[in-house]
């Protein structure tokens, strides 16, 4: 058997395998396609990984990932300081502000319990979101919008107990949102609707 | 809607679509994975993004990924070089090699003939490929390792043509390898009996 061609081209395509659902044959596609047709493209996709690796850090307040001290959505002083909403990733976050039915703040766990895969209450945001309730009196409502999975459950169950230890009001979405789906993947309406039906 | 949290994560979101099969929600979930759970993995990458598109060039004699001026492969002077064997990929490429069953020299065209796509003998190896023939008088049989579709059968008979107008012996892999099928995907023992029934 011939030696490899290259070791940079072996070492990409290692690298790329790094990216998750990437096996591989798909890293030796996408190598290939990027020193084919697209090195500008590989250049870029350089660029931003050491951007994003080195300059992203995570909201002091609210937990997501954010250039800033501060994030944008928590810097903003028309989001009503007496609404937390507290959802498992950035994408969740996201899909509840694309409803424009919400102008509370937001807590990102940046992840969900998930005893099976040695994910516990330390390892998402359970303890700085203590720490920001306890720190911030102008909360009265804590809104669960965790996933309706098991472990999205699980979540919401243990921040409700830590909540409600504090004297706050907790709300869950309403089950509007099909159960065993994630948040992320569910239609606006559905969303907005289960934000209006929160009990 | 709020502003988004961090320009260089949308970057970094932008810059994975470049990959090919990577839409913006796989991107997305490679972004907030890279970000969340390996840091190091995407300075890794974009590392190994760096050094492939700067540092990786084509062999100057069978023009696949080479970071030399000539590959290892047409480098090693225990190859035949009576037979080249004309493949699409360097994926195609290491198929062969690793039948073990061949001990020819190589050349890769890069890509094949799709004329919907507008892919002309001028966008893949044709010219090089003329090139290293009339370069090479060692070269005696031109053994056709394009794959058995439609595209590749197309770009066989281009080939078939030039050679034969050099006074070459041309052959093809024989039909052993299933109709339809992409090199890179048929097993071993396959592609080495197609290899002795070439025609
Ligand atoms: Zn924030
Ligand atoms: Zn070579």
Not at 1 to 6: D, E, I, N
Not at 45 to 68: M, P, S, V
Not at 110 to 117: E, N, Y
Not at 135 to 159: C, K
Request: aromatic share 4%; net charge negative.
């Amino acid at each position: 058997m011939a030696p490899p061609a290259s070791r940079r081209l072996d070492q990409l395509v290692q690298a790329l395998q790094r990216l998750p659902g990437v096996g591989q044959r798909s890293a030796s596609r996408m190598a290939y396609h990027l020193l084919q047709h697209d090195r500008d493209g590989a250049l870029q996709l350089a660029h931003a990984l050491q951007a994003a690796a080195e300059g992203i850090r995570h909201c002091r307040l609210c937990h997501t990932f954010a250039e800033e001290d501060v994030c944008p959505t928590c810097a903003d002083p028309a989001r009503d300081p007496a609404q937390l909403c507290i959802v498992e990733t950035p994408a969740d976050q996201a899909a509840i502000e694309r409803t424009g039915s919400y102008r509370g703040r937001y807590f990102v766990l940046m992840g969900r319990l998930s005893p099976l895969d040695g994910i516990g209450p330390d390892d998402i945001g359970v303890h700085p979101l203590l720490q920001r309730l306890q720190a911030t009196p102008a909360v009265q409502e804590v809104i669960l919008a965790t996933s309706f999975t098991a472990e999205g459950e699980a979540t919401a169950h243990i921040i409700s107990r830590l909540a409600q230890a504090l004297g706050l009001k907790v709300t869950r979405l309403a089950r509007g949102v099909p159960v065993g789906s994630e948040l992320e993947y569910v239609d606006l309406g559905t969303i907005a609707h289960a934000l209006a039906d929160r009990r």
